[in-house]
Nanobody, 124 residues
Framework: QVQLVESGGGLVQAGGSLRLSCAAS????????LGWFRQPPGKVREFVAG????????YYSDSVKGRFTISRDNAKNTVYLQMNSLKPEDTAVYYC?????????????????WGQGTQVTVSS
């Protein structure tokens, strides 16, 4: 079992930055590929970024590529999502997810563990 807790969400103006954190407890954090997903208001949850177990392979959706950066600190059992140049369309509840595989997946059904989510609101 892995427990995930996100933090760092909030209200920010367009063009601003936020850093989301997701702290993990339970099984060995380094054994998991990690992902960030988001669910905009009235829409389905979508993939944002993913990071391999080793941290060497990173994946981003086209909508955030060049603006968001995913990273992990295995010593702190934490995964981060640095979000820069935020846009109103980035407004969503952001979730972190973990799966005991080498590589992350863009499909939410492939993740075994989820956090409770943190709200990010970007004002225009």
């Amino acid at each position: 079992q892995v427990q995930l807790v996100e933090s760092g969400g909030g209200l920010v103006q367009a063009g601003g930055s936020l850093r989301l954190s997701c702290a993990a407890s339970g099984r060995t954090f380094s054994e998991y590929a990690l992902g960030w997903f988001r669910q905009p208001p009235g829409k389905v949850r979508e993939f944002v970024a993913g990071l391999s177990r080793t941290g060497h392979s990173l994946y981003y959706s086209d909508s955030v590529k060049g603006r968001f950066t995913i990273s992990r600190d295995n010593a702190k059992n934490t995964v981060y999502l640095q979000m820069n140049s935020l846009k109103p369309e980035d407004t969503a509840v952001y979730y972190c997810a973990a799966n005991p595989t080498l590589l992350p997946s863009v499909k939410e059904g492939n993740y075994d563990y989820w956090g409770q989510g943190t709200q990010v609101t970007v004002s225009s």
